[in-house]
């Protein structure tokens, strides 16, 4: 098992209409950044994720929540644990094999050096840890693949460029028409590849997101629960049995 990962708040420095803004910028239990911005007196949810609106309890923490809280000689100061980090390197479990639907070898081409697109395995979510590791590995994964996408939309940018300068150089030699335009087309192509590129990156922000939102929100509700459920030395009884009259 890693071991938990240790932060400390920082000072974050910005200029605002010509004056220098400073905010300390603390850490929260699942390794997220926060400041302090309570949105009325007694707020029970003061610390501000700004990946958020300002207004919403999304994003939003309560002084429990934040490790990086106190003295930095207490224990668990600046401690967050493995198991709820979310950016945490991840344990992937990697599928090498890959095998069409009937075992046989993959019916795709594959260029020389290269090898399919490894796939990170989701374990079946059966607790509390197990939906958090889940969400850090969707998030992990899709961010994995957002440097792929940015080379492809910077290639296919660059490669669409040349394609019409080849065609401008044809053109210049009165090369037929009908070169001069194929040349033109594949640019064309190519700049579509870039287009699909950008949206994915864009769809991939979203997704990481999203992820991110869908931790916190998991570990907010159960969290507790489960840290309860840890230090308990008796084992949990029915649910009824802590219900209220």
């Not at 939003?60 to 930095?72: F, K, Y």
């Not at 989701?122 to 969400?135: E, G, P, T, Y």
Request: avoid cysteine; charged fraction near 30%; aromatic fraction near 6%.
């Amino acid at each position: 098992m890693s071991e938990p990962r240790r932060v400390d708040p920082y000072i974050w420095t910005w200029e605002e209409n010509g004056i220098t803004r400073q905010v300390k910028v603390h850490y929260t239990r699942i390794g997220t950044t926060v400041i302090h911005d309570p949105r009325y007196p007694d707020d029970p949810l003061p610390w501000f994720d700004a990946d958020y609106e300002g207004d919403s309890d999304r994003g939003r923490w309560e002084d429990g929540d934040i490790v990086t809280l106190g003295s930095p000689d207490a224990p668990g100061y600046g401690l967050i644990d493995p198991d709820e980090d979310i950016d945490a390197e991840e344990d992937f479990h990697v599928i090498d094999d890959v095998q069409d639907v009937d075992g046989a070898a993959p019916s795709f081409p594959l260029q020389e050096g290269s090898r399919p697109m490894a796939l990170s395995k989701i374990a079946d979510v059966v607790n509390h840890r197990a939906l958090l590791n889940a969400l850090n590995t969707i998030r992990a994964e899709v961010e994995s693949r957002q440097e792929d996408v940015n080379n492809l939309a910077g290639w296919s940018g660059e490669m669409a460029e040349r394609m019409r300068g080849i065609a401008e150089e044809l053109l210049a030699l009165n090369v037929d028409g009908y070169t001069v335009g194929n040349m033109v087309m594949l640019g064309d192509l190519i700049d579509g590849q870039k287009t699909a590129a950008d949206k994915y990156k864009n769809a991939t922000d979203t997704s990481v997101t999203q992820a991110e939102s869908a931790a916190r929100t998991a570990h907010r509700n159960h969290g507790r629960i489960q840290e309860a459920v840890d230090d308990a030395d008796a084992p949990m009884a029915k649910n009824v049995f802590y219900q209220g009259e």
